[in-house]
């Protein structure tokens, strides 16, 4: 496989709930990103991890929590998320450092908390 | 912080018009702008960048324009198709801030009339 791949790409939650999106990236990345997408906020950023370290964290609520493991594979924990939390999750890498400085984006879960 | 504008936020052409959509961005310091097109049910796609030594960029019916005194740039499509109905995004980044993620504009969803 190549480019970036999210799993599942449609999640339907209740507010209960806890699930995961999982992101992999195939293209030897350094730096993993996770953005919201939503009518109100088009490319909302979340969190962004280099060299699997957190860099930033967008005053994103607790009920999201991010993990990278390593440098190919970032997830968000989701728990006990309400209503306006519905929206696609989109994730992203690229390579610091690199002439190359364009994200790759993967397709995206979309998320539906009822 | 950077901050990037974009307009219009809907744009309507017939086919085989051109398609201009305009952002202007603050950081005078900014020296990286890629375009990106999102498809219905995908993730954005980088489709054309530009850097701050080159004033246009041409990709077939696609270009680009920078104005760096003025802080705006410009996508520019030409003999418009339906496929090219889409989201797009522009954004901007300055290349030696380390990780600082890219600053994307709010979209453009282009309609283009058969």
């Known amino acids: 496989e190549t480019g970036v791949t999210q799993t599942p790409r449609h999640l339907v939650m209740g507010m209960t709930n806890k699930k995961s999106l999982k992101c992999e990236q195939h293209l030897g990345h350094n730096a993993m990103y996770w953005y919201k997408q939503s009518a109100k906020k088009p490319l909302e950023l979340m969190f962004v991890y280099n060299f699997k370290e957190q860099t930033e964290n967008n005053s994103v609520p607790s009920r999201f929590s991010p993990e990278c493991p390593n440098s190919s594979h970032l997830f968000l924990h989701l728990h006990t998320l309400q209503p306006e939390d519905s929206a696609l999750y989109l994730c992203?890498?690229?390579?610091?450092?690199?002439?190359?400085?364009?994200?790759?984006f993967g397709s995206g879960t979309r998320l539906t908390v009822v | 912080g950077e901050n990037v504008e974009q307009h219009p936020s809907t744009l309507s052409v017939q086919e085989g018009d051109s398609a201009v959509i305009k952002c202007t961005y603050s950081d005078s310091a900014s020296n990286y702008f890629p375009w990106y097109k999102q498809e219905l049910g995908k993730g954005p796609q980088l489709i054309i960048d530009?850097?701050?030594?080159?004033g246009e960029k041409k990709d077939q019916r696609i270009a680009v324009t920078l104005n760096k005194t003025a802080k705006h740039f410009s996508l520019h499509i030409t003999e418009t198709q339906p496929e090219d109905s889409a989201v797009y995004f522009c954004?901007?980044?300055?290349?030696?801030?380390?990780?600082?993620?890219?600053?994307f504009g709010k979209g453009t969803r282009l309609s283009v009339i058969a």
């Open positions: 992203a890498s690229s390579q610091v450092g690199s002439v190359n400085y364009g994200y790759t």
């Open positions: 954004a901007a980044w300055t290349t030696n801030s380390g990780n600082t993620p890219l600053v």
């Open positions: 530009i850097r701050s030594n080159v």
